[in-house]
Every structure is written in C-alpha cells, then in structure tokens.
C-alpha cells in the first residue's frame, strides 16, 4: 500500500515538473514577444543601452539591491511563520523565495506560488493549515499595502496617471480595492463565513452528484479540520506573537520598499532625475494592477503599464532597455533561480525517495 502511494506520489510530481516547465517555456516565449515588441515601438528597432547604466558603480547598487530584495522576501515569511509559533530554517525559506517568484510568475494571475511553497513546508512538517496561514498571511499584509495606498496615490495626483483620468475608472478601481479588502478583512476575522461558503459548495456539489456521500463526508471532515487550523493560525498572529507579527508587518514594507527601488535606481542609472515619489507612486498603481493580470507574470499588462507610465519621465529611446531592465532584475533573474530549486527540489526528492524504497 505504501509502495502504491509513494509510486502516486512521484507520478503527480513528475507531472507537475512538466507543467512547470511548459509554463515557464510560455512564460519566457510571452516576455520575449513582449520586449520584441518594445524594441520595435519605442526604440524604432534600435536597443541602445545607455553606458551609465552599465557603470560599476549602478551594477554594484542593483546587486546589492537585488541581494537584499531577495533576502527581505525570505524574512517577511519567516516572521510570519515565528508569530505562528512554528520555527524552520531560514535558509529553507530563502529557498522557498525563488520557487514562489518562478510558480507564481509562470501562473495565470500569480495563483500557484503560494501552493507550491505549502507543498514544501507540510513536506518539511508544518501542519497544513498553518503552512497555509503563513502563505496567505505573507501574501495578505502586501495586498493591504498595496489596495489601500493605489487609490489614494491615482485620486491626489491624477494628473501623473492621465490613463485613468475619467472618474468612472477612478471609481471601479476604488470599488474593486474596497471589495478586495473586505474579502481580506472577512478571511481575517470572519472565517465561519467562509467555511460556510465552502460547505453550501460541498452540498451543491453532492446534490448534482458529482461527489457521492462518501466523498463528501471525508472532504468536509478534512475542511473542517484545516479550517480550524487556519483560524488558529491567524489568532496565533494577532494575538500571541505581537514582536513577530509587527516585524512580519516591517519586512514586509521594507521589500516592497526595495522592489520599488529598482527602477529609481535604473531611472537614476540613465542620468534622469525624476521625482522619487513619482517613481514610487508609478511602482504601486503597476503593482496593483499586475494582480489582475490574467497573463503568466503579468506579462504584457506590466511591460505595457510601465512603459505608459515611465515614458513620462524618460525619453521614448530609452523606455525599452528601462523596461528590459526592471523586469531583468526584478522577474527574470528570480525565475531562472526558481526554476532550478524548484525542479531539483521535486526530482532529487522524488530520487531520495525511489532509492530509500
């Protein structure tokens, strides 16, 4: 029986090394049609690297910073995870970081880094209500960051987003922030109503018999649990570990922080002096909008999005190396690390696994 289940086991993760792979091929196909493009439209056909921007002293800034993005994503999970009461490693974590950046950027509307990362942890032996408490947690305070601010920077200065200059989508964007966060605010703090959502779509479910009685007694009986877990993990955050929860909160600001520090550091690189407000304010409305993007990566709607923005600061030549660029640093060095834990973490477990068998 065992030998069955270790056998299913490795069957649904080479499947899932396959899926991977196709979509990080579609991935890398869509971000290359997407710079093609660029190159054409804003560069008239002529990608021209500004040498300032190669300096050693702008390479040694955006390494540096690259190092610290890359460590400020593993700190703001592991301070979750300690306000959860639950210690792993965090260097475990770090590894973590580059499977979550490479799934969730291969995936539609980045939805699959955050199960990938709980696949690791319950591997590692974190029950899986809290590994999914820590992601969501994780994943939650950005979101609060980013759809609470995103509205209010469009409203005071519309005039730097002359895209959304008509109140009617100023409006939508409020409403669609405001919905967002009241369906955060419900996951935090009014859990039943959740779990009753999911049980009335159990009992739908069985009522068209597409799941028999049995199967429907182990799904809620498994919910149930997990559920219960969840819950207990975010009042565990709120209630028990305030230093934790606070640093998580800290870490969390600090890598959005460095995230949006790129492109200052780019725009800078190629001699510009734009406001640095600007440039953050530009970071935050094309963060928001990359969570509706229905593209793997947010690719197109994020290259698009940022070169409207960001053509208000630099001249037309340069927008498609600035965009090339930030989405090097900020995606595509993440993902390729990503691919690669990701990949060796699913085929040398699974070759641990067949050898101790």
Not at 82 to 107: D, E, M
Not at 278 to 303: D, H, K, R, S
Request: glycine share 6%.
């Amino acid at each position: 029986m065992d030998d069955m289940q270790s056998k299913s086991s490795h069957t649904s993760d080479k499947h899932k090394l396959w899926v991977y792979l196709g979509l990080g091929v579609l991935f890398f196909v869509l971000s290359y049609l997407t710079v093609l493009f660029m190159h054409n439209h804003f560069g008239s056909g002529k990608l021209r690297f500004p040498p300032s921007i190669l300096s050693g002293k702008t390479l040694t800034v955006l390494a540096v910073l690259l190092a610290l993005y890359f460590l400020s994503d593993g700190l703001r999970l592991y301070c979750v995870i300690r306000a959860l009461g639950t210690k792993i490693p965090f260097f475990f974590l770090l590894k973590l970081v580059f499977v979550n950046i490479f799934i969730s950027n291969v995936t539609p509307m980045a939805t699959g880094g955050g199960f990938i990362q709980v696949y690791f942890m319950t591997r590692r032996g974190m029950p899986l209500g809290q590994a999914t408490a820590a992601t969501s947690l994780r994943t939650i305070l950005a979101a609060l960051i980013l759809f609470m601010l995103a509205p209010i920077i469009i409203w005071v200065d519309p005039n730097q987003f002359s895209m959304f200059s008509t109140h009617h989508l100023l409006y939508l964007i409020t409403i669609v922030s405001l919905v967002y966060l009241t369906i955060l605010w419900i996951i935090l703090f009014r859990i039943r109503v959740v779990k009753r959502l999911l049980v009335f779509s159990l009992r739908l479910l069985k009522q068209v018999r597409l799941l028999s009685p049995k199967r429907y007694r182990r799904l809620y009986v498994k919910l149930s649990a997990e559920l219960r877990a969840f819950s207990k993990g975010f009042k565990t955050y709120f209630q028990k570990n305030i230093k934790w929860a606070l640093l998580s909160v800290a870490a969390t600001a600090l890598f959005l922080l460095l995230l949006f520090s790129f492109s200052i550091v780019l725009v800078r690189g190629m001699g510009y002096q734009a406001s640095l407000w600007t440039m953050l304010a530009f970071q935050v409305v094309i963060t928001f909008f990359m969570y509706f993007a229905p593209t793997p990566g947010a690719t197109g709607i994020a290259e698009g999005g940022y070169a409207l923005l960001f053509a208000q600061v630099v001249q037309r030549e340069d927008i498609a190396p600035l965009v090339l660029s930030w989405r090097f640093m900020t995606v595509y060095i993440g993902v390729v690390i990503g691919m690669i834990v990701t990949f060796s973490g699913l085929f040398i477990s699974n070759l641990s696994s067949s050898n101790e068998g």
